[in-house]
Protein backbone atom coordinates (compact mmCIF):
# COMPACT_ATOMS: atom_id res chain seq x y z
CA UNK A 1 0.00 0.00 0.00
CA UNK A 2 3.14 2.43 0.17
CA UNK A 3 3.66 2.11 -3.20
CA UNK A 4 0.16 2.79 -4.11
CA UNK A 5 0.49 6.15 -1.91
CA UNK A 6 3.57 7.17 -3.14
CA UNK A 7 2.33 6.98 -6.70
CA UNK A 8 -0.88 8.38 -6.10
CA UNK A 9 0.85 11.45 -4.05
CA UNK A 10 3.26 11.82 -6.98
CA UNK A 11 0.62 12.15 -9.41
CA UNK A 12 -1.14 14.87 -7.10
CA UNK A 13 1.73 17.29 -7.76
CA UNK A 14 3.04 16.35 -11.08
CA UNK A 15 -1.08 16.54 -12.40
CA UNK A 16 -1.36 19.93 -10.11
CA UNK A 17 2.47 21.64 -11.82
CA UNK A 18 1.15 20.25 -15.20
CA UNK A 19 -2.48 21.90 -14.69
CA UNK A 20 -0.72 25.56 -13.08
CA UNK A 21 1.48 25.40 -16.52
CA UNK A 22 -1.05 25.09 -18.59
CA UNK A 23 -3.02 27.94 -16.38
CA UNK A 24 0.18 30.22 -17.09
CA UNK A 25 1.81 29.33 -20.20
CA UNK A 26 -0.93 28.06 -22.14
CA UNK A 27 -4.79 29.45 -23.93
CA UNK A 28 -6.93 27.09 -23.76
CA UNK A 29 -9.47 28.20 -26.10
CA UNK A 30 -7.13 28.52 -28.71
CA UNK A 31 -4.97 25.23 -28.18
CA UNK A 32 -8.67 23.48 -27.70
CA UNK A 33 -9.63 24.45 -30.95
CA UNK A 34 -6.23 22.44 -32.25
CA UNK A 35 -7.13 19.67 -30.62
CA UNK A 36 -10.53 19.19 -31.77
CA UNK A 37 -9.78 19.48 -35.15
CA UNK A 38 -6.98 16.26 -35.17
CA UNK A 39 -8.60 12.89 -35.37
CA UNK A 40 -6.25 11.59 -32.68
CA UNK A 41 -7.10 14.66 -30.76
CA UNK A 42 -10.65 13.84 -30.61
CA UNK A 43 -9.67 10.09 -30.12
CA UNK A 44 -7.54 11.04 -27.11
CA UNK A 45 -10.57 13.04 -25.78
CA UNK A 46 -12.89 10.30 -25.82
CA UNK A 47 -10.44 8.13 -24.61
CA UNK A 48 -9.51 10.27 -21.46
CA UNK A 49 -13.42 10.82 -20.32
CA UNK A 50 -14.15 7.17 -21.21
CA UNK A 51 -11.60 6.84 -18.14
CA UNK A 52 -12.81 9.66 -16.39
CA UNK A 53 -16.61 8.02 -16.72
CA UNK A 54 -15.35 4.50 -15.37
CA UNK A 55 -13.57 6.29 -12.54
CA UNK A 56 -16.57 8.09 -11.48
CA UNK A 57 -18.63 4.96 -11.18
CA UNK A 58 -16.17 3.58 -8.76
CA UNK A 59 -16.11 6.64 -6.53
CA UNK A 60 -20.40 6.44 -6.74
CA UNK A 61 -19.82 3.20 -5.44
CA UNK A 62 -17.55 4.15 -2.62
CA UNK A 63 -18.91 7.35 -1.33
CA UNK A 64 -21.55 6.86 1.52
CA UNK A 65 -23.06 10.44 -0.18
CA UNK A 66 -24.34 11.13 -3.57
CA UNK A 67 -23.65 14.39 -3.07
CA UNK A 68 -20.05 14.30 -2.41
CA UNK A 69 -19.62 11.75 -5.09
CA UNK A 70 -20.80 14.37 -7.49
CA UNK A 71 -18.58 17.03 -6.19
CA UNK A 72 -15.58 14.79 -6.66
CA UNK A 73 -17.12 14.14 -10.16
CA UNK A 74 -17.49 17.58 -11.43
CA UNK A 75 -13.95 18.02 -9.81
CA UNK A 76 -12.55 15.01 -11.47
CA UNK A 77 -13.83 16.15 -15.13
CA UNK A 78 -12.33 19.49 -14.67
CA UNK A 79 -9.39 18.95 -13.44
CA UNK A 80 -8.66 15.16 -14.62
CA UNK A 81 -6.48 12.94 -13.22
CA UNK A 82 -5.17 15.54 -10.52
CA UNK A 83 -8.57 14.60 -8.98
CA UNK A 84 -8.27 11.00 -9.63
CA UNK A 85 -5.12 11.09 -7.91
CA UNK A 86 -5.92 13.19 -4.99
CA UNK A 87 -9.11 11.01 -4.12
CA UNK A 88 -7.18 7.31 -4.25
CA UNK A 89 -4.70 9.07 -2.22
CA UNK A 90 -7.35 10.12 0.47
CA UNK A 91 -8.97 7.22 0.17
CA UNK A 92 -5.29 4.98 0.55
CA UNK A 93 -5.08 6.70 3.64
CA UNK A 94 -8.62 6.15 4.70
CA UNK A 95 -8.09 2.50 3.89
CA UNK A 96 -5.83 2.06 6.98
CA UNK A 97 -4.27 -0.80 5.15
CA UNK A 98 -6.86 -2.67 4.41
CA UNK A 99 -7.39 -2.92 0.42
CA UNK A 100 -11.05 -4.47 0.54
CA UNK A 101 -11.53 -0.72 2.27
CA UNK A 102 -9.71 0.67 -0.06
CA UNK A 103 -11.79 -0.57 -3.09
CA UNK A 104 -14.89 -1.38 -1.65
CA UNK A 105 -15.42 2.52 0.39
CA UNK A 106 -18.81 2.25 1.67
CA UNK A 107 -19.47 -1.53 0.95
CA UNK A 108 -15.90 -2.70 2.38
Known amino acids: MR ?5 S ?3 VVVMGAAILYALIAGDFSTEGKVI ?4 WGIVSLVDLYTGFTLFAMWIVYRERSLVIAAIWIVLLFTLGF ?19 RFWMGKHG
Open 3 to 7: IAKFI
Open 36 to 39: MSMP
Open 9 to 11: ALG
Open 82 to 100: FTGALYTFIALQASDGNWQ
